[in-house]
Structures are given as C-alpha cells and as structure tokens.
C-alpha cells in the first residue's frame, strides 16, 4: 500500500510531460500523417499533380500525401466538384506574360517581304 502511494505522485507527474515540453512520439507521427493528408488533399483541390505536390512540400510523408491526395481526388469525383486553379506557378514552368501586358502591345508584323535566295544570287 505503501508503495502504490509513492506511485500515484510519480505517474501523475508523467502524464503531464506535454507541459514540460517532452512530445510523445506516436502524437507526433499521427500529426505528420494529418499533415501529408491535409497537404495531398489541397493539391488535388488545387489541380496539381502529385509530383508537383511533392516537390513542392518535400518535408512531408509522401504516403500521407498520395493518401490523401487520393481521398480528395474520389471526393472530388463521387461529388462531381472542379478544382480551383492554384495561384503559385507550378515548380520549372516559366512566368507567363501578364493578360494586360500581352493587350496592350499588338504583334509587331514585319512589312519586309522575305528574300528570295535564288533570285539574290
């Protein structure tokens, strides 16, 4: 009986390591996974492949992204939903030029006739 009371002060102490800043580490593994799954799903949503969803986050799990990728890509087709076209360039493609830039200056069209190299000689 003796014993079981020195226990008690001791295990209450150890429930409360999160407070003292200790992580446990299946609470950490489980917040990775929900990482990966949040990220892949935003990539489906956001009409990026999943090679892009990993270049992109190359610090999450990748199951967890293909994971969830997929879960939001059977979502998105059971429930017939359009993606959302990203606002960040996919990684290697080069900047487009702006709609307004393109407007505003019309395709210069050469008024030179092309030479002929028969007739130039």
């Given at each position: 009986m003796?014993?079981?009371?020195?226990?008690?002060?001791?295990l209450a102490a150890l429930s409360a390591c999160e407070q003292l800043g200790i992580e446990d580490p299946a609470k950490v593994a489980a917040a990775k996974e929900a990482d990966g799954?949040?990220?892949g799903s935003a990539c489906r949503h956001a009409m990026r492949a999943i090679e892009d969803c990993y270049v992109l986050n190359p610090k999450a799990q990748k199951?967890?992204?293909?994971?969830?990728w997929r879960e939001m890509d059977e979502y998105m087709r059971e429930n017939k939903l359009e993606g959302v076209a990203p606002v960040v360039p996919r990684p290697g493609?080069?900047?487009?030029?702006p709609a307004e830039d393109a407007e505003d200056k019309p395709a210069e069209k050469s008024t030179e006739k092309p030479v002929d190299k028969a007739k130039a000689h």
């Open positions: 003796k014993r079981l009371l020195l226990v008690l002060p001791l799954k949040a990220i199951a967890a992204v293909h994971a969830g493609a080069k900047p487009s030029q």
